[in-house]
């Protein structure tokens, strides 16, 4: 999705950059992905949510890079899932820095998003996050702002 910006669309932006994550393995269960986490509230009269989060990922073996994503919200009642997003490759013996976009019908109050990650494979195919094959760290970092 693509935005034409007008004169105040763009509203209640809010980012972090997480300098103190560490590498992150996946596994067959969905697990919270480090630096993810951020607390927003939706702009007065805004139509859409956009949460993004820039990361980069590698294969844990230089196989095939196959990666799921969920993000989750929580409102003060547990977490509840909003939507799904993969990745998958070949051969992969470098690595991939992603965005991930997810576009959010408005809500009142705040909530607290964050995404979750696995693989479906075997260990062979785990993807691991937040380095490339160097082991030199990339840190990841989370945008949200309201579209009016």
């Known amino acids: 999705m693509t935005f034409i910006k007008k004169s105040n669309s763009i509203q209640n932006v809010k980012s972090n ?11 067959t269960s969905f697990v919270d992905i480090n630096g993810s986490s951020i607390e927003y509230t939706a702009a007065s009269g805004a139509s859409f949510v956009i949460y993004e989060f820039i990361f980069t990922s590698r294969s844990s073996t230089d196989n095939h890079h196959n990666l799921f994503l969920a993000l989750v919200y929580d409102d003060g009642g547990g977490e509840t899932d909003f939507d799904y997003y993969s990745i998958v490759d070949g051969y992969n013996d470098g690595h991939y820095n992603n965005k991930a976009r997810f576009v959010i019908p408005s809500y009142t109050g705040s909530r607290t998003w964050k995404l979750k990650f696995r693989s479906n494979n075997s260990s062979s195919w785990w993807p691991r996050l937040h380095e490339d094959e160097d082991s030199n760290a990339f840190y990841p970092s989370v945008v949200m702002y309201s579209i009016t």
């Open 17 to 27: 950059i997480d300098t103190s994550v560490t590498p992150q393995t996946a596994s």
